[in-house]
């Protein structure tokens, strides 16, 4: 019993000495948020705020597929994990009426921060609730939107250009239509290049969190897709079930099928990196938040990348990601929290963030006539964020998702039904929901 | 919590006091013992037991606490009863029930019946044997969607090794066909050993003399091991399937590590139904009925098999 | 030994040995391979065909342990001589190191929440073991079958009111909130298998006790505990086994502060990519100490397995 309790005892030890322990202070504020690279150049940049305010910033970032799932239980289970939070954009809904996050209109007026200095298209998005209301519970942090890139290097060889010339009778270059992007795939696929075997695209198909419903929207968006027939209606028949709406959601399963690599049945932002990093598909979907990481990469990044936004087909439309700051009512620390948030509003620090490689959602940086040019993806980013549109952001919105998800993997991945039968699935659960909630 | 008065008084007694203590009757010791452990099970099991019961008649959601409660009876239970994807949830469990039941009593007997010739070093194979069943589910469950990847993962290349198939051109965890299989095959790789354990114990407990004498009345082998053997073994093999059974009907870190319940909903077990709906949908009402059907279920299955057991200990 | 007729001809325990031998290596892949993966570079990792013979590399285990970020290499060229091996290997990746991961954490939570409960149940669950096991209690039977029933609810679905319970108690997320739970989960087993140990301590020894001017507690404490050690011994580390590798628990009530490993290594990712040897290296830190644990438990295994209803 001695020796095990000595082994143990030393295991204690050896742990404590590999665990870096940090010193708890009273103005230690946490920042929550999830793990991908803009989450870095966030710590980056609070290192000003640490030393002008004297605070010191711990961050847990969580990966995405857990993100949601955990931080919402975290919110809903009261904890104080988390001081500050950069919430989706989704969340705002039972943010605000579950009274999770402040609200952050007297604050605004108190320092003078006006969200007329912030893109319309995010504050509609990441601040307000009701939608479109002068209610704010988060400041925009982060715009996003899904979007493509691809391998220039391959685009731009003459031998490969010459075979797609021959193959499909038009030059190749960045898709104009979500058609086109199709048939450029099915180019590529099973392809040798460089002695791989190359594959066409890497989407969204992730069940577990919304990797499935953020990528389909994508297709969904572009055939001009609506929720709901009169906006705040809930009426979805006929708009969620049109027959534009399911001819976009086979395009996506026959995207899947036809142009994809084996094993990414289940792949989402992690995956569609990897799938890309490693040589493997010719175009790739993901959030503009990676776009600095991917023109850094080593191996195929810089000259051998390029981007371009989600291809119109009946209308220009991309799948709205990003997040809000916001400040979570259990933190027993609002006001040092609420410091970080008049310091991130800041223009100055606004302008360093996109340095950084955050998209900042500021005026003054988007505005800038250099801003375009600052960055190969940076027009893409400003084109994306004109016709973004978002997933509902009712307080139901996990159940609403978590629906889609469902009838989406069911039909896409698992081959189960047809796409209409797959809408009219969905118009079913999402009745239920809103039924549940008084609202039909 | 479970700190009652009573315990503290029992842990720290001072010299007067424990001489009143001498005094107690040996009930009154007997209950000191028996009430911190009971009232511990009592606040972490039965209470939340009503309380989602409780729940079950209701629409309440945990996420919503500004909403009103309010008892909508059996309507709950109505919903679930008819929702057909809750039953394929169900079906998905019987299927995974059954066959690592079935492959696990197969290959757990047969490897305990090898042993059980006590070859040399058997003590030590064994051992090696029983390790995965001791590993945590959820970390060996992630590292198996590594060895499941087409192409770079150990599983699919040894598959394709042995019979020529190009390793990309199945997986095992995106394919609606294959993904079934895929939880049986880590959960017998898992728990194998634990039926061969058990079997062990139940060989081993057959005395030498019964085989002695079958060998001097000059029965066959085949009949030996059909009329000794298995009849002596029975009870513990059933008892391996009793534990297995409730494990698995409750399976969900392996599965949700592996899958998470896809693709599509084709490996969604109960459980991992359940938490979606509990914590994601936050249905707490509706998924505390849920539960509740769960629970009756397995108590009820298992109380029969018991009975079935008891007799065949009997006879 | 003298030859026995019903002891098997040596043909035939080759025969056995063979087979189980094969079966045990066959088992064991997986193990081994989590092991190798480990000490493999990223790229190495998901080479095609998997590679068996490798350069070892520690990289797994430093990206383990820390959290990096890309610079570049400009910047990279102007920083000071890497200070030790963990920064070197980072350096080569065009990264640097920024500050330790949370591993280092999430592993103490598991070490504090595991060995908390494991002492608690012991100590709830030896005074309670000892009165059934000596007293006359009115329902003996019953309280025994409901303290095992406990332990066939699935845990998802007590769950739901645990989270409630705990949302307003405050104790969501918190070391003393995870120890109470899994010592109540642990309960079961630990009365159920000390039980059985101690009715196997003779009578007489207490009585003997008892006639010599010792009290009830002292006889207890004195004569039956230390008859009992192996016993309690044997049955913490089964109760430490379940308390380090829950999963579904964790999952839904800690978030980060008593966050425990198995919900923590799954989650381990790289920059912008899945990091394979890091998520291996986390896994073998995890699952050796059980391993250990399993081989020193292998006599009373089975016995720890069946909740003392297979004695060998």
Known sequence: MTKRTKTAVSLLALTAAAGFGSAAQADDLTLCWAAWDPANALVEL??????????????????????????????????????????????????????????????????????????????YAYSTWPKGTPNYYALPAMGDANGWFYRKDWFENEEIRAAYKEATGKGLGEPKSQKELMEIAKFFQGREIDGNTVYGVSIFTERGSEGITMGATGALYAWGFKYENTPGSYD???????????????????????????????????????????GQVAMAMNWFAFFPG??????????????????????????????????????????????????????????????????????AVLNDPGFVDSQPFAGDFLEAMQNVQDFWQEPAYAELLLAMQKRLHDYVVADKGTAEEALNLLIEDWTEVFEDEGKL | MSESPITRMAEATPQPLARKVRGLSDRAIAWIFVAPTI??????????????????????????PNREVEYIGLRNYERILTDSDIWLSMQATAHFLFWTIFFQVLIGFTLAWLINKKFKGNDLWTTIIVLPMMLSPAVVGNFWTFLYQPQIGLFNYVVAFFTGADPSSFEMLGSVQLAPWAIVIVDTWMWTPFVMLICLAGLRSIPDYIYEAAEIDRASKWRQFWTITVPMVMPFLMLAVLFRGIENFKMFDLVVQLTGGGPGS?????????????????????????????????????????????????? | MSYSITDPSPRQKWFAGTLVILYALITLMPL????????KTPPDSISYPPKVIFQPSLEGYVNLFTTRTRVSPDDLAALPPPANFAEEIVRNRDMVIVGPSKFGERFMNSVIIGFGSTFLSIFLGTLA???????????????????????????????????????TLGLSDTHLGMILLYTAVNISLAVWLLKGFIDEIPREYEEAALIDGYTRFQAFYKVVLPQAATGIASTAIFCLIFAWNEYAFAVLLTSGTAQTAPPFIPTIIGVGGLDWPAVAAGATIFLLPVMVFTILLRKHLLRGITFGAVRK
């Open chain 1, 46 to 123: 609070s290192k000003d705020f640490e030393e002008k305010t004297g605070h010191t910033m711990s961050f847990e970032f969580i990966p995405w597929p857990n993100f949601a799932d955990r931080m919402l239980n975290e919110l809903n289970s009261g904890g104080k994990l988390c001081d500050l939070l950069i919430g989706d954009s989704q969340w705002i809904g039972g943010g605000a009426e579950n009274g999770h996050y402040v609200k952050l209109n007297d604050f605004f007026e108190a320092e003078g921060i006006s969200m007329d200095d912030f893109a319309p298209a995010t504050v």
């Open chain 1, 236 to 278: 979805m028949e006929g708009a969620v079930n049109s027959p534009e709406a399911i001819e976009a959601l086979e395009f996506y399963k026959e995207l899947y099928e036809c142009c994809t690599p084996p094993g990414y049945t289940n792949s989402y932002m992690g995956e569609s990196l990897d799938a890309f990093k490693s």
């Open chain 1, 294 to 363: 991917l023109y850094q990469d080593p191996d195929v990044g810089g000259d051998k990348i390029d981007f371009f936004v989600n291809p119109p087909q009946n209308q220009p439309g991309s799948t709205l990601g990003g997040q809000g700051i916001s400040v979570v009512s259990y933190s027993d620390k609002q006001d040092a929290a609420l410091e970080y948030i008049k310091w991130f509003a800041d223009p100055e620090i606004q302008a360093r963030w996109w340095e950084l490689g955050g998209y900042s959602a500021h005026n």
């Open chain 2, 39 to 64: 009232f511990l099970l009592l606040a972490v099991n039965i209470f939340p037991l009503i309380w989602t019961i409780n729940l079950s008649f209701t629409n309440f959601k945990a996420n919503r």
């Open chain 2, 266 to 315: 084709t490996t969604e077990l109960a459980s991992i139904n359940l938490k979606r709906e509990a914590f994601e949908k936050w249905r707490t009402g509706y998924s505390s009925a849920f539960a509740i059907i769960l629970f009756v279920t397995v108590f009820g299955l298992a109380s029969i098999y018991v009975k079935a057991l008891n007799k065949v200990k009997d006879r």
């Open chain 3, 32 to 39: 081994v391979w989590i092991l190798m993966t480990g000490f």
């Open chain 3, 129 to 167: 073991a000892y009165a059934f096991s000596r007293y006359k209690i009115p329902l003996k039977d019953d309280l025994l079958f409901f303290i095992l029933s406990t332990r066939m609810m699935p845990p998802i679905a007590v769950a739901i009111p645990i989270f409630l319970m705990y949302r």
